[in-house]
């Protein structure tokens, strides 16, 4: 994978997550006039799988080296205190969301989106919700994919060792997982609610284990998957095939009732053939085409750029502010002025505080770097008094 000089990190990730991320706001706020132009209505997957994929590839490519100096223990503890800060953010939003609702309701007619939400447990009873809440057994609506990316951080670094010398076999089980799950309908409790994990980790695991063996060969300067004429055509061809299938709303595909859904259908929570597939396919394109790395690289993709490295900041804050938004239309009809400022203004605010971090960061490192050159300096070299 190409990446950006200087940084040695791939610009055509952090692009792409920033996307990913504008467009997960963008559909948490439903009924707005802008999520038609996202990426679900033209493809069997959305965002949230390209995010998925993409989260993997960065775990490969950031953490796989560790475990490559055979310090075992201490690439273990590089991924897991990297869950640990999602888990603390996880948490943070969902109080922060719960108690935004908890004000709004002494103002505003938001029951019913409250409901919707599966906030209400924690306006009804707080203390039981909150230990829900901190055993991930209860997730709000839209807060979903946070536990999801845990638990796949949980797990990484069995993948990762098993990836870094047998990829195909560590691919092999994760799909025996994903199959598995599908068949017999494997998936993590949630409280509070009919049905398990919206992200069902027991099958979109596979779907982070793609991204995973993408970042391992990428950190070993290679292709997980070289570039085949036949291969690009049918991966094109079936984005073709999907792109006029959504597009033109079909519904089913032919024969679908045939099948289990997970297998032939869209369903999401078991990750759904159709949209792993597609995803997959996207990717591969997408990384043949030396033209999308050299738009990627343009000017007008620094916003986005910027958000895809200040990633988690940027959900964070995203999530909450979607639940702003969609307190704030409640009851409302769609009005296409008003969806503009709000989400204009919801998407400024995300990239205001990825350049906020991004320059708070810089300014850290800055002062790292004159420390450690101080303590560099010999006698000799001191200035004088």
Known sequence: MHRSSGS??????????????????????????????????FGFSDAAEAFVLISGISVGLAYSGGFRSGKLRDGVVKVWRR??????????????????????????????????LNVDPLLQEPLAALAAVAGLVHQLGYFDILPLYIALLLAAPLYIVIGMHRPWTMLAGAAALWLAAGLFRLNLPLLYADHGWQFNPFAWQLLFAFGLAGGIAARQGRKFVAYRPW????????????????????????GADMLPGFLYGYDKPYLALPRLLHVLALAYVLTNIGAVGRLLAMKAFRPADLMGRQSLAVFAAGSLLAVFVQIVRFGEPANLVGDALLISGGLLMQYSLARFMAERKAGAQRTRDHARAGRNVTPAEAPAA
């Open 8 to 41: 040695g990190r791939d610009h055509r990730i952090d692009v792409l997550r920033g996307i990913c991320l504008a467009m997960i706001f963008i559909n948490h706020v439903p009924g707005n006039h802008f999520e038609a132009w996202t990426s679900r209505n």
């Open 83 to 116: 869950a640990r800060t999602l888990y603390g953010v996880h948490i943070a939003i969902t109080l922060l969301a719960g108690a935004l609702f908890a004000a709004s309701l002494t103002v505003l007619d938001v029951e019913k989106l409250a409901t919707g």
């Open 231 to 254: 291969l690009f055509a049918l991966a094109s061809a079936w984005l073709a095939f999907c792109f006029f299938w959504a597009a033109t709303r079909q519904g089913p595909l032919p």
